[in-house]
């Protein structure tokens, strides 16, 4: 089974902050609006409880950017709300009052925005403090449950790289990010949305992150 030291995931944790500060810049100039993001958990998990999470954690009905990446370290970067927090952060962001049926008109095209802005965000993480590079592919929105998500992307994935064979194997990890988010104007509301952040990888994909967290660390 493959298992990161406490080491390795603080260092992990370290690139997905650095990720998320990028982010929150970005977000902020995006809006007009100071956007606040922390990251309180980090997981690596199987496929199969990486789902259970999510259905532990939010409601059956998620939505989802998905943007793969390929390259040395390659697999599959997913942007997760659930549907009704989904609309609340379109709310959020556009900073307006709008009736329902607006705000489903441009929740895809939000959440695309928001998705793509975090997920490469954390993708470049990974290119400043390792020796590897990847290309991202263009970002999608989707709806479904955890299963659903987690199992169309990791096979998608497949087509360019081979994240499964068949079903989804058991030691194939996913490393699960909790992710907060609000804006600086409901601190004083202390209302928080939350997401996940999903990364699935194949074991081949995981041995190279290991093999260079090792490196970095060797070099502290």
Same mark, same amino acid.
């Given at each position: 089974?493959?298992?990161?030291?406490?080491?390795e995931e603080?260092a992990l944790k370290?690139?997905?902050?650095?990720?998320?500060?990028?982010?929150?810049d970005?977000l902020?100039q995006?809006?007009?609006n100071? +956007?606040?993001l922390?990251?309180?958990?980090?997981? +690596?998990?199987s496929?199969q409880?990486?789902?259970?999470?999510?259905v532990?954690?939010?409601?059956e009905k998620?939505?989802?950017?998905?943007?793969?990446?390929?390259?040395e370290?390659?697999?599959?970067?997913?942007?997760?709300?659930?549907?009704?927090?989904?609309?609340?952060?379109?709310?959020?962001?556009?900073?307006e009052?709008?009736?329902?049926?607006?705000?489903?008109?441009?929740?895809?095209?939000?959440?695309?925005?928001?998705?793509?802005?975090?997920?490469?965000?954390f993708?470049e993480s990974?290119?400043?403090?390792?020796s590897?590079?990847?290309?991202?592919e263009?970002?999608?929105?989707?709806?479904?449950?955890?299963?659903?998500?987690?199992?169309?992307?990791?096979?998608?994935?497949?087509?360019e790289?081979?994240?499964?064979?068949?079903?989804?194997?058991?030691?194939?990890?996913?490393?699960?990010?909790m992710?907060?988010?609000?804006?600086?104007?409901?601190?004083?509301?202390?209302?928080?949305?939350?997401?996940?952040?999903?990364?699935?990888?194949?074991?081949?994909?995981?041995?190279?992150l290991?093999?260079?967290?090792d490196?970095?660390?060797?070099?502290?």
């Amino acid at each position: 089974m493959f298992m990161l030291t406490e080491l390795e995931e603080d260092a992990l944790k370290e690139f997905f902050n650095m990720g998320l500060g990028m982010a929150a810049d970005s977000l902020s100039q995006m809006v007009d609006n100071e +956007v606040l993001l922390s990251l309180p958990q980090l997981k +690596v998990a199987s496929f199969q409880e990486a789902a259970r999470m999510l259905v532990e954690n939010q409601n059956e009905k998620l939505v989802a950017v998905r943007q793969n990446f390929k390259g040395e370290l390659g697999g599959t970067a997913l942007l997760i709300f659930p549907g009704a927090e989904s609309l609340e952060l379109v709310r959020t962001l556009l900073s307006e009052d709008m009736p329902l049926e607006v705000l489903t008109e441009l929740e895809q095209e939000t959440l695309l925005d928001v998705g793509n802005v975090i997920l490469n965000a954390f993708l470049e993480s990974f290119t400043q403090m390792m020796s590897v590079s990847f290309e991202f592919e263009s970002a999608e929105f989707l709806k479904g449950n955890s299963n659903f998500l987690l199992d169309i992307t990791s096979h998608m994935a497949a087509q360019e790289r081979s994240l499964m064979k068949g079903s989804v194997a058991e030691h194939e990890r996913a490393v699960v990010l909790m992710m907060d988010f609000k804006t600086s104007d409901e601190e004083q509301k202390e209302h928080t949305l939350s997401g996940f952040v999903v990364l699935l990888f194949s074991r081949e994909a995981l041995v190279i992150l290991k093999r260079e967290l090792d490196t970095i660390l060797s070099m502290l």
